[in-house]
């Protein structure tokens, strides 16, 4: 895995790799996370087996700010732009109507789809180098500990790292369906939190 660091330069470096289909590691606000661009099959199908993860759970997308949402997501409820608003950026994943053209085995083959506008500039500055949504999904194998730093990644086929140095502890983020009021996950935002937001 070749490291970069997260500046413009290193940013570009990794945007132009994931058009080519590669797997970038990148920090989030909570763990190091790896993308790959949503809508490349055979990006996705590597992902999975790098990470050896099970198909049938679906992939988290980040967003570098909510204009990236219609490519991917169907449609946004005005329940689901209030708790965007008050929790984006941040640890917030909000479960979304999947759009069409998604890949299926990016959702799972489910009908919603995952998303979340990161608290860390650097995530939200590849989505935004890169032009698009982009996968993220913890950088380690599955149902063992996250990765903090670069350094604790033990995955085959990661091309590139973006270098945010050692993450602090924290949380994962909350997951949450806005339209049903569905907890999937509890992390860094409490319920409470949720429920004081204000929607019609």
């Not at 995952?114 to 890169?130: E, K, M, Q």
Request: net charge negative; glycine share 8%; hydrophobic share 40%.
């Amino acid at each position: 895995m070749k490291r970069l660091a997260p500046d413009p330069d290193g940013i570009a470096e990794a945007a132009e790799a994931l058009r080519r289909g590669a797997i970038v590691a990148y920090p989030t606000e909570t763990v190091y996370g790896l993308a790959v661009d949503p809508f490349q099959e055979d990006a996705l199908r590597r992902l999975f087996a790098a990470k050896q993860r099970d198909p049938q759970h679906p992939i988290l997308l980040i967003i570098a700010d909510e204009s990236q949402l219609p490519p991917v997501v169907a449609r946004v409820s005005p329940r689901a732009h209030a708790y965007a608003r008050a929790f984006w950026p941040g640890p917030l994943s909000l479960v979304l109507p999947k759009a069409p053209g998604l890949s299926a085995l990016a959702a799972a083959g489910t009908d919603t789809i995952c998303v979340r506008c990161p608290g860390s500039p650097i995530a939200r500055d590849l989505c935004r180098r890169f032009g698009a949504a982009l996968t993220s999904t913890s950088a380690n194998l599955s149902g063992e500990p996250a990765a903090r730093s670069l350094d604790e990644i033990r995955l085959p086929g990661i091309e590139l790292g973006l270098d945010g140095g050692l993450l602090p502890e924290s949380a994962p983020s909350t997951v949450f369906d806005p339209e049903t009021g569905q907890l999937y996950r509890e992390g860094a935002i409490p319920v409470a939190r949720l429920q004081s937001v204000p929607h019609e």
